[in-house]
């Protein structure tokens, strides 16, 4: 599939801009980052944009799709109408569950995790249990990447930034904007390292985590 080709008619499917917007700025890092990957879990799949765009151009990864029994419909119709080999359903997930789902049809473990736009919609207690349960799923040197709005050193990166936290948390005063730094305490808590920040742009950035030790 063309990189062009999801701009076209998609008239008829629930469309999430902000996915069209970033989704080649995110390839461009992925493809790199995930070059030695083989089977990648996303957490809240959303529209399912991202899961097509991103299992069409890396058809040497599994993507498994995932989000809440509510957005499954949605997700099922973009696959259905862009689909590929390497993309699979989405399996129902909350971050209140045990562990990450697995489709019993792939005879294989996850090494990577992806989520985008997601910690800033959540309670720190989920942003919490994210890490937790991305580190349980993840073998030695399996990688958790996350794309969004981040602070730096307790700062918004831009005006719009410190915008968009306050209206967040009005609507939610457990959601908002996190900082970079509070991440990467989180990590080594879960004895994950960051191994990459990349600045993207409308002042998001992708940081790529690496697990460091083994799981027990």
């Given at each position: 599939?063309?990189?062009?080709?999801?701009?076209?008619?998609?008239?008829?499917?629930?469309?999430?801009?902000?996915?069209?917007?970033?989704?080649?700025?995110?390839?461009?890092?992925?493809?790199?980052e995930l070059k030695d990957s083989r089977h990648v879990f996303e957490i809240g799949s959303g529209t399912g944009q991202h899961s097509v765009y991103f299992a069409s151009q890396l058809p040497?990864?599994?993507?498994?799709?995932?989000?809440?029994?509510?957005?499954?419909?949605?997700?099922?119709?973009?696959?259905?109408?862009?689909?590929?080999?390497?993309?699979?359903?989405?399996?129902?997930?909350?971050?209140?569950?045990?562990?990450?789902?697995?489709?019993?049809?792939?005879?294989?473990?996850?090494?990577?995790?992806?989520?985008?736009?997601?910690?800033?919609?959540?309670?720190?207690?989920?942003?919490?249990?994210?890490?937790?349960?991305?580190?349980?799923?993840?073998?030695?040197?399996?990688?958790?990447?996350?794309?969004?709005?981040?602070?730096?050193?307790?700062?918004?990166?831009?005006?719009?930034?410190?915008?968009?936290?306050?209206?967040?948390?009005?609507?939610?005063?457990?959601?908002?904007?996190?900082?970079?730094?509070?991440?990467?305490?989180?990590?080594?808590?879960?004895?994950?390292?960051?191994?990459?920040?990349?600045?993207?742009?409308?002042?998001?950035?992708?940081?790529?985590?690496?697990?460091?030790?083994?799981?027990?």
């Amino acid at each position: 599939m063309g990189k062009d080709n999801l701009s076209n008619t998609v008239a008829n499917l629930p469309f999430s801009q902000a996915c069209e917007n970033n989704k080649d700025a995110i390839l461009t890092i992925i493809q790199k980052e995930l070059k030695d990957s083989r089977h990648v879990f996303e957490i809240g799949s959303g529209t399912g944009q991202h899961s097509v765009y991103f299992a069409s151009q890396l058809p040497h990864l599994k993507w498994q799709t995932s989000d809440v029994a509510a957005n499954h419909d949605t997700i099922k119709a973009w696959h259905a109408t862009y689909p590929a080999a390497n993309l699979y359903a989405p399996l129902p997930f909350d971050l209140v569950q045990s562990s990450l789902p697995y489709n019993p049809s792939i005879d294989q473990s996850y090494d990577a995790v992806f989520t985008a736009n997601t910690l800033h919609i959540i309670s720190w207690l989920l942003v919490e249990r994210l890490f937790t349960l991305a580190t349980d799923a993840l073998p030695l040197h399996g990688k958790l990447i996350i794309y969004g709005p981040f602070n730096d050193d307790g700062c918004y990166t831009s005006e719009g930034n410190r915008q968009f936290d306050a209206g967040l948390r009005q609507r939610d005063p457990n959601s908002g904007i996190r900082d970079k730094e509070d991440l990467i305490d989180l990590a080594t808590q879960h004895d994950l390292t960051l191994s990459a920040t990349h600045r993207m742009p409308a002042n998001n950035q992708l940081l790529v985590f690496r697990k460091t030790v083994p799981t027990p």
